[in-house]
């Protein structure tokens, strides 16, 4: 097993080239280190609170918990990262009309962790594996990745196709990094957590985006229902699920979601068409042709 501490690509087409050629990269100081320490401030009361997972996926040494968007001003700051979001829409959109935030968990691995089995977090969903990339993960270190505290370990190479084998080529990477770095990596790669062989706690954040048409991993109407969600910019809004995604899906009463955002809701509602161009052009012409 390696340790990486030199996958350092900074234009976005290196960044593309590694993500799609390795099924993974490092993103060096997207944002500020203070930053990163203010929002793990934030959040301490609750990674104190939050009860250990109960699973050997999860791990009885391990802290979850989500809907981070309203427990920390600085979270969005992760979600909307323009980096971050023009990568993962460049990746993502050959397949989606738009896409959508996933999840953002934070996760802290405490000392006696195991190693976590190695998975690819595709198989969320029964699609089609091997032609599709559902979804690009970014974890956000809170405290430095080390091997000896549970660093991820990716399998380089592993997505794609490559998910189709049933076994397991390549040399893991342990990816040692900072607080303010992003590691992407696709749906489809292999990857998990390492064994925490230290005496301290390994803290991230983990944000997630996938295609705008799949059910997400965290339920985020829940999460963020419209009177919390009124509160967003409206991009940021959009993002965790309040528009449509074309043809008509996601919709409130036949209308963008959105809709219920504004300061008064309309107690009634004329659905309106949502279409992608070419079906709006069939209908049309299915109109055309019968008006002859």
């Given at each position: 097993?390696?340790?990486?501490?030199?996958?350092?690509?900074?234009?976005?087409?290196?960044?593309?080239a590694q993500l799609m050629?390795?099924?993974?990269?490092?993103?060096?100081?997207?944002?500020?280190?203070?930053?990163?320490?203010?929002?793990?401030?934030?959040?301490?009361r609750?990674?104190d609170a939050?009860p250990?997972?109960?699973?050997?996926?999860?791990g009885?040494?391990?802290?979850?918990?989500?809907?981070?968007l309203?427990?920390?001003?600085h979270?969005?700051m992760l979600v909307?990262?323009?980096?971050?979001v023009a990568?993962?829409e460049q990746?993502?959109?050959?397949?989606?009309?738009?896409v959508?935030?996933?999840?953002?968990?934070?996760?802290?691995i405490?000392?006696?962790?195991?190693v976590q089995?190695?998975?690819?977090?595709q198989?969320?969903w029964?699609?089609?594996?091997?032609?599709?990339?559902?979804?690009?993960?970014?974890m956000w270190?809170?405290?430095?990745?080390?091997?000896e505290?549970?660093?991820?370990i990716?399998?380089?190479?592993?997505?794609?196709a490559?998910?189709?084998r049933?076994?397991?080529?390549?040399?893991p990477?342990?990816?040692?990094c900072?607080?303010?770095?992003?590691?992407?990596?696709?749906?489809?790669?292999?990857h998990?957590?390492?064994t925490?062989r230290?005496?301290?706690v390994?803290?991230?954040?983990?944000?997630s985006?996938?295609?705008?048409?799949?059910?997400?991993?965290e339920n985020?109407w829940l999460a963020?229902?419209?009177?919390?969600?009124?509160?967003?910019?409206?991009?940021?809004a959009?993002l965790?699920?309040?528009?449509q995604?074309?043809?008509?899906?996601?919709?409130?009463?036949?209308?963008c979601p959105?809709?219920?955002?504004q300061?008064?809701?309309?107690?009634?509602?004329?659905?309106?068409?949502?279409?992608?161009?070419?079906?709006?052009e069939?209908v049309?012409?299915?109109?055309?042709?019968?008006?002859v």
């Amino acid at each position: 097993m390696n340790t990486n501490a030199a996958q350092q690509p900074t234009a976005s087409d290196e960044v593309m080239a590694q993500l799609m050629k390795q099924g993974w990269c490092v993103m060096r100081q997207l944002i500020p280190a203070e930053m990163m320490e203010e929002l793990a401030a934030d959040l301490r009361r609750r990674f104190d609170a939050t009860p250990f997972c109960t699973g050997d996926f999860y791990g009885a040494h391990t802290k979850r918990f989500g809907s981070l968007l309203k427990r920390s001003p600085h979270a969005e700051m992760l979600v909307r990262c323009p980096e971050i979001v023009a990568t993962v829409e460049q990746v993502l959109e050959p397949w989606c009309d738009t896409v959508q935030l996933n999840l953002a968990q934070a996760i802290a691995i405490h000392p006696g962790a195991p190693v976590q089995f190695p998975h690819r977090d595709q198989d969320m969903w029964q699609g089609v594996k091997g032609e599709v990339e559902y979804l690009v993960n970014v974890m956000w270190p809170l405290t430095a990745f080390t091997e000896e505290n549970g660093a991820t370990i990716i399998y380089p190479a592993s997505h794609g196709a490559e998910a189709l084998r049933e076994e397991v080529t390549g040399t893991p990477v342990i990816v040692v990094c900072d607080p303010g770095d992003a590691i992407l990596f696709l749906g489809s790669t292999l990857h998990g957590a390492g064994t925490n062989r230290s005496s301290t706690v390994r803290e991230a954040i983990l944000v997630s985006y996938c295609l705008g048409w799949l059910k997400p991993y965290e339920n985020q109407w829940l999460a963020y229902p419209p009177e919390i969600a009124r509160t967003f910019d409206p991009e940021l809004a959009a993002l965790v699920g309040y528009r449509q995604h074309r043809p008509n899906l996601g919709n409130y009463e036949g209308v963008c979601p959105s809709v219920l955002l504004q300061d008064k809701v309309p107690e009634h509602i004329g659905a309106i068409d949502a279409l992608s161009p070419d079906q709006r052009e069939a209908v049309a012409q299915h109109r055309s042709d019968q008006e002859v």
